[in-house]
């Protein structure tokens, strides 16, 4: 089946830092990739959707210039958190969606915590 | 706004009996309906799904019924086992196609007891 990897799995920063999580499906081609936060007891928010080759479009309230995302490849996105800070800290995880297929296969996630 | 809503934020359940986990919406334009189970700091893993054009999906110890009228659906998981222990997310779009985003409730963490 369809698997999508994502690191780190869990990443401790300092504040002011930047962290970069990496997604990609290792045996199907991304046509988008969707990025999404979760804090605890909570749902899974999503944040962005990327598609190959173009700009992400975000969802309302997310800061494009805090989190960079780059969907250079059919097979790998990434996220970057620019200037963390503690509020950062959170669950990331990504999805992807097949090219001329419909179906989402979720990354294991990335444990951000920003101290 | 909560466009999908899973109002019961746990359930206890005996092992060998039904869980039924219910869900609920608000968007009418929602048209495919997934659920999700997903383990601590893991990613969702996919479990069932329905399109509005159907009633009933049924997939081993997992069905999902959906009521387009009332917008809600359930998963019944029959017989529950322990592994089944998890929290499970409802989510639901508005089409289908790569582009498509989901929409999530909250999610409903189920335990199933020995």
């Known amino acids: 089946g369809a698997v999508v990897s994502q690191h780190p799995s869990w990443v401790i920063c300092k504040s002011g830092t930047s962290v970069k999580i990496e997604c990609r499906s290792l045996?199907?081609?991304?046509?988008?990739m969707f990025w999404y936060r979760q804090f605890p007891k909570q749902s899974l928010m999503l944040m962005a959707t990327?598609?190959?080759?173009?700009?992400?479009?975000?969802e309302q309230g997310v800061e494009k210039d805090k989190f960079l995302i780059n969907h250079a490849s059919l097979t790998l996105s990434t996220l970057t958190v620019t200037s963390a800070h503690p509020e950062d800290s959170s669950f990331y995880i990504c999805s992807a969606s097949a090219v001329g297929g419909y179906g989402y296969t979720f990354g294991s996630g990335t444990r951000l915590t920003v101290v | 706004d909560q466009q999908v809503k899973q109002n019961s934020p746990s359930l206890s359940v005996q092992e060998g009996r039904i869980s039924i986990l219910n869900c609920d919406y608000t968007?009418?334009?929602?048209?495919?309906f997934l659920w999700y189970k997903k383990y601590p700091a893991e990613g969702p893993t996919f479990l069932i799904s329905?399109?509005?054009?159907?009633d009933k999906n049924e997939d081993g110890r997992f069905t999902v019924f959906l009521n387009k009228s009332a917008k809600h659906l359930s998963l019944h998981i029959v017989p529950s086992q322990p592994g089944d222990s998890a929290v499970y997310f409802c989510a639901a779009t508005t089409n289908t196609g790569a582009n498509s985003k989901l929409t999530f409730g909250k999610g409903i963490t189920l335990s199933v007891r020995p």
């Open positions: 329905i399109s509005s054009i159907k």
């Open positions: 045996d199907f081609q991304a046509t988008t």
């Open positions: 990327s598609n190959e080759g173009s700009k992400a479009t975000y």
């Open positions: 968007n009418s334009m929602f048209d495919y």
